[in-house]
């Protein structure tokens, strides 16, 4: 909008540039000039336009400072903008990291888990045959002591 304003500005200040430069290039390009007939404007009429031009100017004063503001808004915004973006780069890289480090994780795991389900098995296995080896012991020591027994018993007796 400031933009357009000046721009309007511009235009009218170049439309109303060469009028005051005429009778000046006419006179010095040697051709002659016809006399102009002056016309009076009435003070109001001009201090109407100087009010004009000075609202104008406060306008586009204020525009200029508007713009100025605007674009140290847009300047700031577009700095954290950036900012934001490495923030996303940076958590991003992180997020990656953290899920190789859960896949990682999950494989020692599962393999951990396979590897204790194992001994279990292999423990289960164990405790099966010490309880065989603990019987075959305690059949081998009854089988021992009933033959001693019957040894001493033929003994006595003979």
Known sequence: MCKRLLRYAFLLLLLY????FAPAMASASGMRVEPVQMVS?????????QSNLDRLS??????????GRQKNQIIDLQTSLAEA???????????????LQIRTLTENSQKQEALLTEANESFARYSKEQKRTRLRVKSQRN???TTAGILAIGLILK
């Open 85 to 99: 973006q490495r923030r996303l780069a940076a958590a991003q890289k992180q997020q990656t990291a953290l899920q």
């Open 41 to 49: 404007v009435p003070m109001t009429d001009l201090e109407e336009l």
């Open 143 to 145: 089988a021992a002591w």
């Open 58 to 67: 406060v306008l586009s004063d204020s525009l200029q400072q508007t713009c």
């Open 17 to 20: 540039l060469p009028l005051f």
